[in-house]
């Protein structure tokens, strides 16, 4: 088994699940994890939006973590699988390099705020 694919099938699996701990976590949470002051209020509101973009995410987050996972011959084949890791790497490539913008951009999420 591959090394590589079963620490990001880890890392993405951890991500999801602390993104399914914000929803009982409410506000707080939502906080610490960097969501932003606005989606933080929408919360402390009883909004629901809020945590259908959360389980959205997390769900994502899962099935990357399962894509991961068959590569790393620990599931069964999944469809589609080298383009799905494709984006996937590339999704996270793009994110990681564009964090120093992001931090200027939404400065709600910022660690300076």
């Not at 769900?59 to 991961?68: D, S």
């Not at 599931?75 to 996937?88: D, E, G, I, T």
């Amino acid at each position: 088994m591959n090394g590589w694919l079963l620490a990001g099938a880890t890392a993405s699996g951890l991500a999801s699940g602390a993104h399914l701990l914000c929803i009982p976590g409410g506000a707080r949470c939502y906080r610490a994890m960097g969501a932003g002051e606005r989606r933080a209020r929408a919360v402390e509101r009883g909004e629901i939006l809020p945590h259908l973009v959360t389980l959205g995410i997390a769900a994502v987050l899962a099935g990357w973590a399962a894509y991961a996972l068959s590569r790393a011959g620990a599931l069964p084949r999944l469809p589609l699988l080298h383009p799905v890791l494709f984006v996937v790497t590339a999704i996270y490539l793009l994110r990681a390099a564009a964090l120093p913008l992001l931090f200027i951009v939404m400065t709600d999420r910022s660690p300076r705020s």
